[in-house]
Nanobody
């Protein structure tokens, strides 16, 4: 089992940037593909980005070119750099781990472990 703890959320003006972090503990970090999702109240969890064991990445069309996912194996941490933020990006962001380390999946059911979420607020 792996435990995930997100941080880095907060309030930012439209056009600004934030970097989210997700620290993993428990089982070996390199055994997992990692993903970021977001979920607004009353809506389904939405895929944002994924990264696999060989650092291949995959993005939702809505964030491509603005967001970057990366991972630091030494720190067992995955990051989501978010640039050019808009009010439509404001919601709770979740980190997730997929036990199949080769996969780059957008479906939330492919992920086995989840963090508690971190709130991102974007003022217009």
């Amino acid at each position: 089992q792996v435990q995930l703890v997100e941080s880095g959320g907060g309030l930012v003006q439209a056009g600004g940037s934030l970097r989210l972090s997700c620290a993993a503990s428990g089982r070996t970090f390199s055994n997992y593909a990692m993903g970021w999702f977001r979920q607004a109240p009353g809506k389904e969890r939405e895929f944002v980005a994924a990264i696999n064991w060989s650092d291949n990445t995959y993005y939702a069309d809505s964030v491509k070119g603005r967001f970057t996912i990366s991972r630091d194996y030494a720190k067992s941490t995955v990051y989501l750099q978010m640039n050019s933020l808009t009010p439509e990006d404001a919601t709770v962001y979740y980190c997730a781990a997929n036990s199949n380390l080769y996969q780059l999946r957008s479906g939330y059911r492919s992920y086995d472990y989840w963090g508690q979420g971190t709130q991102v607020t974007v003022s217009s």
